[in-house]
C-alpha cells in the first residue's frame, strides 16, 4: 500500500491542496474531478516535481516525502514512471530507442517486463523503426506507455494520456492501457476528468473537489452513491460487472450480472467475456406490478431500498435492490407519490436494451468473485 497525504498553498488566498489517501499495491487508482481541483498538483507532488509546504508519500514502503522529518527524494530516484497528455518523446530518436531509454533508466536489480513483453502488450512492434513525428497520437502515446513501463518503476503516474486524443484514438488506446492495468502488477495513478475513463480502467476512485478528498473507495460503490456530485451528471448510475452468457440470433446479446441477466444490443464478444456496463439512472423506469405487452426487454424484479430526494430539484433517486445489485431509477417526484413508493415494497425495474453503455475491461481488472448465471 502506498501512502499519499499533501498540503500546499498557491500564494496567500490561492488554491490550498489537503488531500490524503491510499494507494493499493496493484491496479488503477483514478483521481477524479473537474479542471483545477488540485488532480494534476497530487500528481505532480509524488512525482518530485512539485515540493509541498507540508506532506507525506511513501510509495511501496519506500518513504519518498516526508516534510516533518526533512526528507525530499528527488525525482530521478523516486522511481515512478510518469505519462502525460503529450507523449514527450525523443523526436531525433526512433520508437526502439525512445523504449530502450527507459530501459537503461531501470535500476538493475528491478523486476520487470522485458523489452519484447512491452512491445507486445502495446502492440508496438511495427512501428520500431520509426521516429515519432511519424506516429498518430494514439501510437505515440502507446510508445509513451511503453518507455514508461520499461523503468521498471514502483508507481505509474498517468496525467490524463488522454486528453490530447481524438474520440478514435481515444478508443484505439483504451484497450491498450487495461492490458497493461493487468499485466503491471504495480499500482496506477490515474487522473483524469472522464468519467467513461474511470468506468473502463479504475479499480478504486479518489473523488476531489476544491483540493479536498470528497470521497473514495471501489469505483462502483462510489458510482452508486447519490450523495455525491457524481449524482448530479446527466450519466449517473451504477457500475455493473458482467459475463458474456451467450450471442442472440437477432442480434442481441445476454449479459449475466449478480442480480440475473440483461438483454442489450452491445456486442462486446464471446461468451465468458467480462465487461462493465453503466447503466444511467434517466434510463431506468419502475413499476410496482409487473408490466405486460411492452417493447422493453429488461423487467427484473426486485425490492425498493431507498428513496434520495434531489436537493433543489423535482426529481428522486429511487434504489431498487435487484439480487446482490442495486439499480438506480431517477424518476420526478410527484411519480414517487402517485405510485406510493417506500422501502421494502417489491419494484420492477425496465431497462430497454439500446440504452447501455459498457466499457470493455480485462478479467484481471475485475474484482471480487465472478457474477453467477441467472438470478
Not at 153 to 172: F, G
Not at 210 to 236: F, I, S
Not at 287 to 316: H, K, M
Request: charged share 20%.
Amino acid at each position: 500500500m502506498s501512502g499519499i497525504a499533501l498540503r500546499h498553498e498557491f500564494g496567500p488566498g490561492g488554491f490550498v491542496l489537503d488531500a490524503a489517501f491510499d494507494v493499493p499495491e496493484r491496479g488503477v487508482t483514478a483521481l477524479f474531478g473537474p479542471s483545477g481541483c488540485g488532480k494534476s498538483t497530487i500528481l505532480a507532488a509524488v512525482a518530485g516535481l512539485l515540493r509541498p509546504r507540508a506532506g507525506h508519500v511513501e510509495i511501496g514502503g519506500a518513504v519518498v516525502l516526508d516534510t516533518a522529518r526533512g526528507v525530499f527524494v528527488p525525482p530521478e530516484r523516486r522511481r515512478c514512471g510518469v505519462v502525460f497528455q503529450d507523449a514527450r518523446l525523443f523526436p531525433h530518436l526512433s520508437v526502439e530507442s525512445n523504449l530502450r531509454y527507459g530501459l537503461r533508466r531501470a535500476p538493475r536489480d528491478a523486476a520487470g517486463p522485458g523489452f519484447e513483453e512491452v512491445v507486445a502488450l502495446l502492440g508496438i512492434g511495427h512501428l520500431l523503426a520509426r521516429r515519432p513525428s511519424g506516429l498518430s497520437g494514439g501510437e505515440r502515446q502507446r510508445v509513451a506507455l511503453g518507455r514508461a513501463l520499461l523503468a521498471r518503476p514502483r508507481i505509474l503516474l498517468m496525467d490524463e494520456p488522454l486528453a490530447a486524443l481524438d474520440a478514435a484514438r481515444r478508443a484505439e488506446v483504451l484497450p491498450f492501457l487495461a492490458r497493461l492495468r493487468d499485466a503491471a502488477g504495480m499500482p496506477i495513478l490515474y487522473v483524469t476528468h472522464a468519467l467513461d475513463e474511470v468506468d473502463a480502467l479504475a479499480d478504486r476512485l479518489v473523488l476531489l473537489e476544491a483540493g479536498r478528498v470528497v470521497a473514495e473507495g471501489p469505483v462502483a460503490a462510489l458510482a452508486a452513491r447519490t450523495d455525491l456530485p457524481l449524482a448530479a451528471r446527466r450519466d449517473a448510475g451504477v457500475l455493473l460487472d458482467c459475463r458474456v452468457a451467450h450471442a442472440m440470433e437477432d442480434g442481441l446479446t445476454t449479459l449475466d450480472f449478480t442480480g440475473g441477466r440483461l438483454v442489450t444490443t452491445l456486442h462486446p464478444g464471446p461468451p465468458g467475456t467480462r465487461l462493465r456496463v453503466r447503466v444511467r439512472a434517466r434510463d431506468v423506469a419502475v413499476a410496482i406490478a409487473e408490466p405486460q405487452g411492452i417493447s422493453t426487454r429488461n423487467v427484473l424484479r426486485g425490492v425498493l431500498a431507498g428513496i434520495d430526494p434531489v436537493p433543489g430539484s423535482p426529481e428522486a433517486f429511487v434504489r431498487v435492490a435487484v439480487g446482490a445489485s442495486e439499480i438506480l431509477a431517477r424518476v420526478t417526484r410527484d411519480a414517487v407519490a402517485r405510485l406510493g413508493l417506500a422501502p421494502g415494497i417489491a419494484l420492477w425495474v425496465l431497462v430497454k436494451a439500446v440504452t447501455f453503455d459498457h466499457r470493455l475491461v480485462g478479467a484481471a481488472g475485475m474484482p471480487g468473485e465472478p457474477p453467477q448465471d441467472g438470478a
